[in-house]
């Protein structure tokens, strides 16, 4: 069931009454029931075994753990110890926990790295197999990408985690540990939640206000405008561009590089608006995903603005353990020893960050062009961090080259290089830096007016459409940055508002792309 579909619809106008005419402490219930009436029909329905399988597996481990510390807890308080006891009982306890919190670890992502990778490991060992002369080949697997796998599995591996570090109490109901992991608005494509977090806005009961219904309306109209105006309509021209590097080269790379970019966040972000105001309809809040991010001035600060809660989960779960890990301890005292400061102190930030980018690349896709993005990404930021005393020098010595000028140069420079790093996830290794050569000595301007340019599949007035929705976008953007629009315009004359929001609700019905064969509830992002 896609959420840009009639039948979303209509599954929402039966949950919402039955879920506000539901007596507030039974309203969970409620909830799951929908998210798993959500699951059946979203066309993986015989993949429903794998979620009931992490489900299961992280709550019962979940248990284990949390059992583990309330008997030592217990044993602690009970009797009385000496303080090296203490401390051998607490060690004692955390060897015991981190066993249960392995196996709950390599279990899910096991599951998660065979149906998502499985293919890619089998079309490399063929590779090899030809390179060597060998006609043996090995078959791929014909598997369904179940929805929402990489979500939930990053969501339940995150709550054993913050259990082993005693950062949350274990969950003790299965039915209600259960709507955590595979509550429906979050299914699709995030975002990923914590257990501290999103517990008390599952478990509360929330009464009804029209505040919610109005402001999670208005943000899923916001989101439909984003995808079928812009993302929608953008995808046709993008995808002729990209899948033909050969006939759409110079000036039009620069096209399908920043057209690519600007259809990925309006559909993602679009979608995030859809799934989070479907909550806000709900009362419930979930985390933001967005934060502006192309007002970013580098690109570190750009990734912290776009899919926040993933790298966010990247930050906690894996960078930070790593560079404190004992390996990379052990790195920098050897490189200490060896005289070499300079490698002694970026020693782990550099094995930390190079990790988390390699598999955030895996993560994107089952692709070698993913695991290069993810390593450009990384070589990039970590080159702008050493050129950091350089940046420094620079503007002591020419002060005035700040200010919003110089601000706006940055924030330009930001985009065109993510819209560039991008390209090697549609286009392959080679093919990014030939294409990026032929974009910079074949440009021309006057190459938009050819032939091949109505031979994109969009009309005049379809390119003024996503001009205009563009900068709509980007003003919406700058009006946010003074706190919440949809606070400030709730303040304003109820005509006023009524006005905004039916312009935008005819914008989406007369402007949205849809026509037979085209699937307009595909996300780019349900494919992680």
Same mark, same amino acid.
């Given at each position: ?23 507030? $402490? ?59 006891? !203490?401390?051998? &009982?607490? %060690? ?14 390599? @279990? ?50 995150? &709550? ?60 899923? @109209? ?48 679009? *979608? ?10 709900? *009362? ?54 060896? !005289?070499?400061?300079?490698? $002694? ?50 503007? %002591? ?29 549609? &286009? ?62 709730? !303040?304003?004359?109820? $005509? ?17 792309? &849809? ?14």
């Amino acid at each position: 069931m896609s959420i840009v579909s009639y039948p979303f619809f209509i599954f929402l106008a039966f949950l919402l009454p039955l879920y506000y005419f539901t007596a507030e $402490a039974f309203r969970w219930k409620v909830l799951l029931f929908a998210s798993l009436l959500f699951y059946l029909f979203s066309g993986t329905s015989f993949y429903i075994v794998f979620i009931l399988l992490t489900t299961l597996s992280t709550f019962f481990l979940g248990k284990w753990i949390g059992r583990m510390a309330e008997e030592t807890d217990k044993k602690l308080h009970t009797e009385v110890l000496e303080k090296e006891e !203490k401390k051998r &009982y607490k %060690k004692e306890l955390k060897k015991r926990q981190k066993r249960v919190l392995i196996l709950g670890l390599f @279990l899910n992502f096991g599951i998660l790295a065979i149906i998502k990778y499985t293919n890619f490991v089998i079309e490399n060992i063929n590779a090899l197999l030809y390179q060597s002369g060998s006609e043996q080949q090995f078959s791929m697997m014909n598997w369904i990408f179940p929805l929402g796998i990489s979500y939930y599995t990053f969501q339940a591996m995150g &709550y054993l985690i913050d259990l082993y570090r005693g950062k949350c109490s274990a969950e003790k109901s299965l039915p209600r540990f259960a709507l955590f992991l595979c509550f429906f608005p979050q299914l699709v494509f995030g975002p990923i939640s914590r257990y501290s977090d999103l517990s008390p806005e599952l478990f509360t009961g929330h009464s009804f206000q029209f505040k919610n219904i109005r402001f999670g309306a208005s943000r899923i @109209l916001w989101g439909f405008f984003k995808k079928l105006v812009i993302a929608d309509r953008l995808s046709i021209a993008v995808s002729l561009i990209i899948s033909d590097p050969e006939t759409f080269n110079g000036i039009y790379v620069l096209v399908g590089m920043i057209g690519f970019t600007l259809q990925m966040y309006a559909d993602f972000s679009g *979608g995030m608006d859809i799934i989070l105001g479907t909550a806000e309809l709900l *009362g419930i809040r979930l985390p933001e995903n967005f934060n502006r991010p192309f007002f970013s001035k580098s690109l570190a600060e750009f990734w912290r603005r776009w899919h926040m809660t993933l790298m966010q989960w990247f930050r906690d779960y894996i960078f930070y353990p790593l560079s404190g890990s004992r390996f990379c301890i052990t790195g920098m005292n050897f490189f200490s020893s060896k !005289k070499l400061p300079f490698l $002694a102190s970026r020693f782990p930030i550099y094995v930390a960050s190079i990790s988390v980018w390699f598999i955030t690349g895996l993560w994107h896709g089952a692709s070698w062009k993913y695991i290069a993005w993810g390593l450009v990404n990384c070589f990039v930021i970590l080159l702008s961090q050493e050129m950091t005393p350089l940046y420094r020098a620079f503007h %002591k010595h020419f002060p005035k080259c700040r200010g919003r000028v110089y601000d706006a140069f940055q924030v330009i420079r930001t985009f065109l290089l993510f819209s560039f790093i991008e390209m090697f996830e549609y &286009y392959s290794f080679v093919n990014v830096f030939r294409m990026s050569f032929n974009m910079l000595t074949n440009f021309h301007i006057q190459d938009l007016y050819d032939e091949r340019f109505s031979t994109l599949g969009l009309s005049l007035s379809d390119w003024i459409v996503v001009f205009l929705g563009v900068l709509l976008m980007l003003y919406i953007s700058l009006l946010q940055r003074k706190g919440s629009l949809r606070e400030r315009l709730s !303040k304003k004359p109820e $005509a006023l508002r009524f006005t905004l929001y039916f312009l935008l609700f005819l914008s989406v019905l007369l402007l949205g792309i &849809y026509g037979q064969g085209y699937d307009a509830g595909s996300f780019i992002y349900n494919q992680f």
